[in-house]
């Protein structure tokens, strides 16, 4: 049996690098085979995983070798962080390796969104629709307010990029220190002042009890009507049902979610998003390019490594 295992998708060239130096056995479904999976890790010292291998008590107590987990992410809603502890078992997520992708995204999304219709003209002109007023009108994104909630390595790029564009930052974050050298970049503010004033709202925080629909109907009156909102953090961080009321009664103007409570989302969830405008749903891919997938890869690797010797 493998000492290394790799449950999940991961760059070719860094896989076989571990499966040259180690006993390893990589199978990108094998987060699904929960039965083989138990079977499997009975001999590992490492796992590497994404954040669709349940990494819980039960499995944990079928891994007695085990001594590290390597998170190809940042993510550890997944992972029993203090029952790996418990067991002198190392977590090792793989930060900031996929911030600028997500940084990206963010960026992407909200430029797309204060343009509002514009971009979602393709099938209108290419019936022989030619409205520009329907289309035209939008908001640019230089001179709005960024507001990031959860302040980290991703949350910081996301920052940059947005001053980068002209955009004044601002920032709350409930477990980040006020002499931590990020705030030269960013004001820091409450949530309830940041949902107010801000023009675009992204959220970087974890997903932790207290970050459960920590945006919801009462953020959702807070905000302006022509603000957006981007959560490519977790799932469950915005209630989906008020967030989809609010789009529907224009009290927002925009979302872009990559994250959603129920992951992968069934068409009976997914019924409460139909029929909504300037509305952008993806499947958890915000931090997921060809170059993020190799950093995190690595990091990942580098992880096992270190651990192994």
């Given at each position: 049996?493998?000492?290394?295992l790799?449950s999940?998708?991961?760059d070719?060239?860094?896989?076989?690098g571990?499966i040259?130096?180690?006993?390893?056995y990589?199978?990108p479904?094998l987060w699904?085979?929960?039965d083989?999976?138990?079977?499997?890790?009975a001999s590992?010292?490492?796992?590497?995983?994404r954040n669709g291998?349940?990494?819980?008590?039960d499995l944990?107590?079928a891994a007695?070798?085990?001594?590290?987990?390597?998170?190809?992410?940042?993510?550890l809603?997944?992972?029993?962080?203090?029952?790996?502890n418990?067991?002198?078992?190392?977590v090792?997520?793989?930060?900031?390796?996929n911030a600028?992708s997500?940084?990206?995204y963010v960026?992407?999304?909200?430029m797309?969104?204060?343009r509002?219709?514009?971009?979602f003209?393709t099938?209108?002109?290419?019936?022989?629709?030619?409205?520009?007023?329907k289309?035209?009108?939008?908001t640019?994104i230089?001179?709005?307010?960024?507001?990031i909630v959860?302040?980290g390595s991703?949350g910081?790029?996301?920052g940059?990029?947005?001053r980068?564009?002209?955009?004044?930052?601002i920032?709350?974050?409930?477990?980040?220190?006020?002499?931590?050298?990020?705030?030269a970049?960013?004001r820091?503010?409450?949530?309830?002042?940041l949902v107010?004033?801000a023009?675009?709202?992204?959220?970087h925080?974890p997903k932790l009890p207290?970050?459960i629909?920590?945006?919801?109907?009462?953020?959702?009156?807070?905000?302006?009507?022509?603000a957006?909102?981007?959560n490519?953090?977790r799932?469950g961080?915005?209630?989906e049902?008020?967030c989809?009321?609010?789009l529907r009664?224009a009290q927002?103007?925009g979302a872009a979610?990559?994250?959603?409570?129920v992951?992968?989302?069934t068409a009976?969830?997914?019924?409460?998003?139909?029929g909504i405008?300037?509305?952008?749903l993806?499947?958890?891919?915000?931090?997921?390019?060809?170059?993020?997938n190799r950093?995190?890869a690595?990091?990942a690797?580098?992880n096992?490594r270190r651990v192994l010797?």
């Open positions: 049996m493998a000492d290394v790799i999940e998708f991961m070719r060239g860094v896989a076989e571990l040259s130096e180690f006993d390893t990589w199978d479904d699904g085979k929960r083989e999976l138990k079977s499997r890790i590992a010292k490492a796992i590497v995983v291998t349940l990494v819980d008590v944990l107590d007695p070798n085990l001594k590290v987990v390597a998170r190809m992410g940042v993510g809603d997944t992972i029993d962080v203090a029952a790996c418990a067991r002198g078992i190392e090792c997520p793989s930060i900031g390796a600028v997500v940084a990206e960026i992407a999304s909200a797309i969104l204060l509002g219709p514009t971009y003209a099938l209108d002109v290419a019936a022989g629709a030619w409205d520009r007023p289309f035209a009108g939008s640019e230089a001179g709005r307010v960024m507001g959860g302040f991703i910081q790029v996301v940059d990029k947005a980068g564009m002209g955009m004044e930052v920032a709350y974050d409930a477990m980040m220190s006020d002499d931590h050298p990020a705030w970049d960013a820091r503010v409450d949530l309830d002042a107010a004033e023009d675009v709202i992204s959220l925080c207290e970050t629909d920590l945006i919801d109907k009462r953020q959702f009156e807070r905000m302006k009507p022509e957006v909102l981007v490519s953090a799932g961080i915005v209630n049902k008020d989809a009321e609010a009664s927002l103007a979610l990559d994250t959603l409570d992951e992968p989302i009976e969830v997914g019924a409460m998003f139909q405008e300037n509305l952008i993806t499947p958890h891919v915000a931090g997921v390019t060809k170059e993020s950093r995190i690595e990091v690797a580098q096992v010797g």
